[in-house]
Every structure is written in C-alpha cells, then in structure tokens.
C-alpha cells in the first residue's frame, strides 16, 4: 500500500500545482484536513468547502503557487512524508521560496489529512523520526 499512497501524494502535488481544485479533491477523503501554519490562528481547513476556500485564497493571492518535491519517504502504511520547495509569486509581485515539509496521512488511498511544516526538524519530529 505505500508505493499506492506515495502516487497518490504525487498527483495530489500535481493537482494542487495545476490548482485542479477537483482532481485534488477526487484524491482526498471527504473529511480531508489540511493544517498549515497559518492554521494555528484560523484552525485547520477542513472539508471539500474549506479545500475549495483554500484554493480560492490561494488563487487570490498569488500567480504562482507551487511545490516543487526534492524527495518522497514512506513513513508507514498510512503517512508519506514530501521534502520539497513552495515557490510562490504574489499578485503584487513578490517572488517567496522556501522549504516545506509535508506529512500526508492516508486512509484506505485517500488523502484524509495534510500537515505543512516550515521547520523540517519539526515535521521529521512529528512522525517519530528525531529523537
């Protein structure tokens, strides 16, 4: 089941790129929740409503939104871990980069929850890979 959920975390990537709001929705469970920083003031997104907000803020804010996957590890059965680079462009111009480190929990091939990380020590902390 790993190699399964790795692809599907390589097309959900892929969709979120394209900001192919259905195609990634078709990849995630329907109680997917998405927690990013930012999400400790507002809460976790939750749901096929808050993905599409999500997407839509995201569409709002910037012309370019972007991971791009330095490299993929299998955690266990249900979590794929993704080292990558979010490259993002403002609509005011704004060119932004820097390292994310997602966590993505699967359940029966089905995303049903993301976990964004700034710190890599901290996401390879919250999957029991730092002591």
């Known amino acids: 089941m790993s190699q399964e959920n790795v692809?599907?975390?390589?097309?959900?990537?892929?969709?979120?790129?394209?900001r192919?709001?259905?195609r990634y929705l078709s990849?995630?469970?329907?109680?997917?929740?998405l927690r990013e920083p930012t999400t400790t003031l507002e809460g976790p997104t939750r749901?096929?409503?808050?993905i599409r907000e999500f997407f839509?803020?995201?569409?709002?804010?910037?012309t370019t939104f972007r991971i791009e996957v330095e490299r993929i590890h299998t955690v266990d059965r249900e979590r794929v871990l993704v080292f990558g680079q979010l490259k993002v462009v403002t609509t005011g111009g704004v060119a932004l980069e820097h390292p994310t480190t997602n966590v993505y929990e699967l359940v029966a091939g089905k995303v049903c929850r993301v976990d964004v990380y700034h710190d890599r020590e901290q996401a390879l902390e919250a999957v029991g890979l730092r002591e």
């Open 7 to 18: 692809e599907v975390v390589s097309q959900l990537i892929t969709a979120l790129n394209e």
């Open 20 to 22: 192919d709001v259905d």
């Open 56 to 62: 839509a803020r995201v569409e709002e804010a910037s």
């Open 47 to 50: 749901g096929p409503e808050g």
């Open 27 to 33: 990849l995630c469970a329907p109680e997917i929740e």
